[in-house]
């Protein structure tokens, strides 16, 4: 699965996912939910670029 990149430099990694806002490790980045935002910086979703 593909990891993306917010603009501050945080990784969404789907193998890690981000439990602590909700998302479940082995969740594709594609299936995140549409209002979930950077945990570090609260960019939207739409921000982030494949890596």
């Known amino acids: ?6 603009p501050c430099g945080y990784i969404y990694d789907p193998a890690v996912g981000d439990e602590e806002h909700g998302v479940k490790p082995g969740t594709a980045f594609e299936d995140v939910p ?3 935002v ?3 910086c609260g960019a939207p979703k739409d921000l982030f ?3």
Request: glycine share 0%.
């Open 1 to 6: 699965m593909d990891r993306y990149q917010c």
């Open 49 to 51: 670029e494949k890596m």
């Open 38 to 40: 950077c945990p570090v």
């Open 34 to 36: 549409s209002d979930w």
